[in-house]
């Protein structure tokens, strides 16, 4: 089965610390492609990074990175230096090559920076 | 980036009407395209994947003739709740696939429409 999981439903930060975001994920397939979104309070899902599972180095962008373990099946999010911006909900999904490029969320993660 | 817009963003409407949403990708062409329904505090569910030029495929316990789902051409997709009850209230998200770099092919969504049915 394709699942995806976030054991972290909420997650304090103090601000300009950087906050490790789990996931981990499930499939048989040798071909995905796993992403982290944000939704803040507005709803709209923002795209973060992507890591394909063939990628042998992680995936960063800007202050975000994807700590890809694959023997573990773990896509964390790493988030540097957090901003109050960066309060929002994370959800991390896995693409499903084999069933069009469908996505897989997970539960999603609460994240809460503080001044 | 890619943008995809979703209108109206907000709709409030009485039992038993049909509302339709409408899904558009503005800078690019989408043969496929993606509805999700989200409950507050929830995950997104899949709903139905659009596909241009032919029926939809409907996710296991979606009920086709409630959500019609119409993909008229390479930029819009439409769903229509037909004979919406309140228990059709929630978030609706639309998303498009979109190769941004070599290997990355990520989806964009749109901004959302939160319907409330009264």
């Known amino acids: 089965a394709q699942k995806i999981t976030q054991t972290q439903p909420g997650m304090f930060v103090q601000e300009k610390e950087a906050v490790t975001l789990d996931c981990t994920y499930d499939t048989s397939d040798q071909s995905y492609g796993l992403f982290w979104y944000k939704q803040p309070s507005s709803g709209e899902m923002i795209f973060l990074i992507y890591q394909g599972s063939y990628d042998e180095q992680n995936a960063t962008e800007g202050r975000y990175s994807l700590n890809f373990q694959k023997a573990r099946k773990s896509a964390n999010l790493v988030i540097s230096a957090s901003q109050l911006g960066d309060s929002a909900m994370y959800f991390c999904?896995?693409?499903?090559?084999?069933?069009?490029?469908?996505?897989?969320f997970g539960a999603g993660t609460i994240l809460r920076v503080k001044s | 980036g890619a943008v995809v817009s979703q209108h109206p963003s907000w709709v409030i409407c009485k039992s038993g009407t049909s509302v339709k949403i409408e899904c558009r990708s503005l800078?690019?062409?989408?043969?496929?395209m993606f509805w999700y329904r989200q409950f507050p505090k929830q995950s997104l569910m899949l709903m139905a994947t659009s596909n241009e030029g032919s029926k939809a495929t409907y996710e296991q316990g979606v009920e086709k003739d409630k959500f019609l789902i119409n993909h008229a051409s390479l930029t819009l997709s439409t769903l229509t709740v037909t004979s919406a009850h309140p228990e059709d209230s929630s978030f609706y998200i639309c998303?498009?696939?979109?190769?941004?770099?070599?290997?990355?092919?990520?989806?964009?969504f749109g901004p959302g429409t939160r319907l409330l049915v009264l």
């Open positions: 800078d690019f062409q989408a043969t496929t």
């Open positions: 999904a896995m693409r499903l090559a084999l069933y069009g490029n469908k996505l897989v």
């Open positions: 998303s498009a696939p979109f190769r941004y770099s070599g290997s990355g092919k990520t989806q964009y």
